[in-house]
């Protein structure tokens, strides 16, 4: 019984070692087809690497000798021009002129051209919160009509005398016209034409209301008649008498009211 075991146990570990190369072969096989299938990890990195980076830039050659410097050739249609980069920061960024809120600046030797509009270093100001009176305007008191609007330009003027308006206006005068307060020392110059009747009110705004009621109740300005005409000069000459034709009257001007009285006693 013993022989023939071990002679079973001989013959199948003697099948085994034959069967080892075989069952070898085909499980290497099986786990190379998996392998095959799926690409190597490091492959996916490079491509991926490959599509986000931009295409290398020609290379381009500049030709350099002691005789000649030579600019690379460039293309035309390759170049594009982008805007400039913001400053770092706003200690770096240039003063520009025009930009900026408007302030109070004072505009020197202003030229009325109407009650209430005037031109002084490159600014056209119309004050604000009125409207300006035309210079070819012409009212009507009473059925006697008079030039008002010259009257009011030249009232605007003699108020002014050429002295210097503080207004808020932009750093740079603008091409429009600017509409803003303006103030002549501590006076307001469109209060002023709106009080003496000079301007109308401006119909959006109430801040001069008051002060063209009291100009209309008042009649002053373009609300009453015009200027009268200047009085023909008189002058009264006193009657002479007996005594300015003997020299001894009003006329005589050496003469002495007592003089004679006084001679005639001492005679």
Not at 8 to 14: F, I, R, S
Not at 73 to 98: M, T
Not at 156 to 163: A, D, H, M, Q
Not at 180 to 206: H, I, K, M, N, S
Request: aromatic content about 4%; charged content about 20%.
């Amino acid at each position: 019984m013993r022989p023939f075991a071990l002679a079973v146990a001989l013959g199948g570990l003697g099948a085994l070692v034959l069967a080892a190369p075989a069952l070898r072969e085909q499980a290497s096989r099986i786990g190379t087809a998996g392998l095959d299938d799926a690409p190597p990890a490091a492959a996916v990195v490079e491509e991926e690497r490959e599509a986000a980076s931009p295409p290398p830039a020609p290379f381009i050659v500049r030709p350099v000798s002691p005789d000649i410097v030579a600019p690379p050739p460039l293309e035309p249609h390759r170049l594009e021009r982008i805007d400039p980069r913001e400053p770092l920061s706003p200690i770096g960024r240039a003063h520009v002129p025009s930009e900026g809120p408007p302030k109070e600046t004072v505009l020197h030797r202003p030229v009325v051209g109407e009650a209430g509009a005037f031109e002084a270093m490159g600014y056209r100001i119309v004050l604000a919160g009125l409207m300006p009176t035309p210079v070819d305007e012409s009212c009507a008191v009473d059925g006697v009509p008079w030039p008002c609007g010259v009257h009011a330009r030249t009232a605007f003027r003699n108020w002014l005398r050429g002295r210097a308006l503080a207004c808020v206006v932009p750093p740079a005068p603008p091409a429009e016209i600017v509409a803003t307060p303006c103030r002549l020392g501590a006076f307001d110059a469109g209060e002023w034409l709106v009080a003496q009747g000079w301007a109308r009110p401006d119909p959006d705004d109430a801040r001069y209301a008051a002060q063209a009621e009291g100009a209309r109740a008042a009649r002053r300005g373009l609300y009453g008649p015009g200027p009268a005409a200047a009085a023909p000069l008189t002058v009264t000459v006193p009657e002479l008498t007996e005594r300015d034709l003997n020299g001894t009257g009003i006329l005589d001007a050496d003469s002495d009211p007592g003089s004679d009285d006084a001679g005639a006693s001492g005679d």
